[in-house]
C-alpha cells in the first residue's frame, strides 16, 4: 500500500523559516517524480514544486521561486520543502503528492 | 504564467449530466488530469491523459479533450458526485504545472 506522511508544519513568524518532510512507503520512492501542492483555508488547489528521481532536476511555481527548496532523501524515502521569508500568503495545507497519490497534508501557518 | 480556466460552478439535478469543462492555451499538445476533492479529504484522481479512468472510478465519470478545452462529464449524476473538481496540466515546457481553479459542482 503506498503511504506518503507529512510533518513539520506549525505556526512561523512572517520571514520566518521552516522544513516540512514527507516519508513515504509502499513503493520504489527512488524511481519517481515528486510533488509539492498547497492549498491555502477554502481555496483551489496550486502547484509548488516537483523533484525528479533522482534529485537532480527540480522546477518552482513562480511564487516560490527563489524562496522555497525542494529535496530528497532516496536513502531514507523522504522528500523535503525548505520554505524561506515565508509570508502570510503561503498559509496553507502542504501536500506531498506522487501522482496518483497523495498524502493527508501538513498544515503551515505564517502569522505574528 | 500559465493558467487553466474552469467554471466556479455547476449544479444538475440527480440523473442529469454534468459538464465541467478547463481551458488552456497548451491543452492541444499537453494531458489534462482530473481530481476530485471533497469536503475535508484529499484529492482523488478520476481522470488522467485526457481520458482514462483509473481503477475504482465509475463509469459514469469520463474526460475528454479536444482543441484548448478539456471537459470532465459525469453521466447521471449522483449525490455523491457532489465534490470540487480541478483539472491540472503543464505547460509547453513541461516543467510547470498548473491547477485550474476548481470547479463546485452541487446535486440536488
Known amino acids: 500500500e503506498v503511504q506518503l506522511v507529512e510533518s513539520g508544519g506549525g505556526l512561523v513568524q512572517p520571514g520566518g523559516s521552516l522544513r516540512v518532510s514527507c516519508v513515504v512507503s509502499?513503493?520504489?520512492?527512488?524511481?519517481?517524480?515528486m510533488h509539492w501542492v498547497r492549498q491555502a483555508p477554502g481555496k483551489g488547489l496550486v502547484w509548488v514544486s516537483r523533484?525528479?528521481?533522482?534529485?537532480?532536476?527540480?522546477n518552482y511555481a513562480d511564487s516560490v521561486k527563489g524562496r522555497f527548496t525542494i529535496s530528497r532523501d532516496n536513502a531514507k524515502n523522504t522528500l523535503f520543502l525548505q520554505m524561506n521569508s515565508l509570508r502570510a500568503e503561503d498559509t496553507a495545507v502542504y501536500y506531498c503528492?506522487?501522482?496518483?497519490?497523495w498524502g493527508q497534508g501538513t498544515l503551515v501557518t505564517v502569522s505574528s | 504564467s500559465y493558467e487553466l480556466t474552469q467554471p466556479p460552478s455547476v449544479s444538475v439535478s440527480p440523473g442529469q449530466t454534468a459538464r465541467i469543462t478547463c481551458s488552456g492555451d497548451a491543452l492541444p499538445k499537453k494531458h489534462a488530469y482530473w481530481y476530485q476533492q471533497k469536503s475535508g479529504q484529499a484529492p482523488v484522481l478520476v481522470i488522467y491523459e485526457d481520458s482514462k479512468r483509473p481503477s475504482g472510478i465509475p463509469e459514469r465519470i469520463s474526460g475528454s479533450s479536444s482543441g484548448t478545452m478539456a471537459t470532465l462529464t459525469i453521466s447521471g449524476a449522483q449525490v455523491e458526485d457532489e465534490a470540487d473538481y480541478y483539472c491540472?496540466?503543464?505547460?509547453?515546457?513541461?516543467?510547470?504545472?498548473?491547477f485550474g481553479g476548481g470547479t463546485k459542482l452541487t446535486v440536488l
Open positions: 491540472y496540466s503543464t505547460d509547453t515546457s513541461g516543467n510547470n504545472w498548473v
Open positions: 503528492v506522487r501522482p496518483p497519490f
Open positions: 523533484i525528479d528521481a533522482d534529485g537532480s532536476t527540480t
Open positions: 509502499g513503493f520504489t520512492f527512488s524511481n519517481y517524480w
